[in-house]
């Protein structure tokens, strides 16, 4: 397997474990992470990790569709968890 796409595959292996520390150290000290909710940069990703990782009592993840190349790589997943505020189900 490509070196990339075993690393994808080290970060997922940690999410599904709730491994925070372990999903940071797939990172790159000068990492860029944004999507909907967040923009962050270096050691804040991993925290934000924590964050999500420590909070989410029945948290499982589904990753899928790992692929990659010398340069890039990318990855599916579901995440299904319960919504502390609600009590209801999600799937993300």
């Known amino acids: 397997m490509q070196a ?3 690393l994808i595959e080290r970060f997922y292996a940690a999410f599904g474990q709730r491994d ?7 990172y790159h000290p000068e ?5 909907e909710v967040f923009d962050l940069r ?3 990703a991993g925290l934000m990790w924590r964050m999500l990782c420590t909070s989410g009592r029945d948290l499982v993840i589904e990753p899928s569709g790992i692929a990659a190349d ?3 790589g990318q ?3 579901d995440a299904r968890y319960t919504f502390g ?6 799937l993300n």
């Open 70 to 72: 010398e340069r890039s």
């Open 31 to 35: 990492v860029h992470f944004s999507d």
């Open 20 to 26: 925070w520390a372990g999903m940071a150290a797939c």
């Open 42 to 44: 270096g050691a804040d």
């Open 75 to 77: 990855a599916h997943w």
């Open 85 to 90: 505020a609600t009590g209801r189900k999600v």
């Open 4 to 6: 990339n796409a075993q």
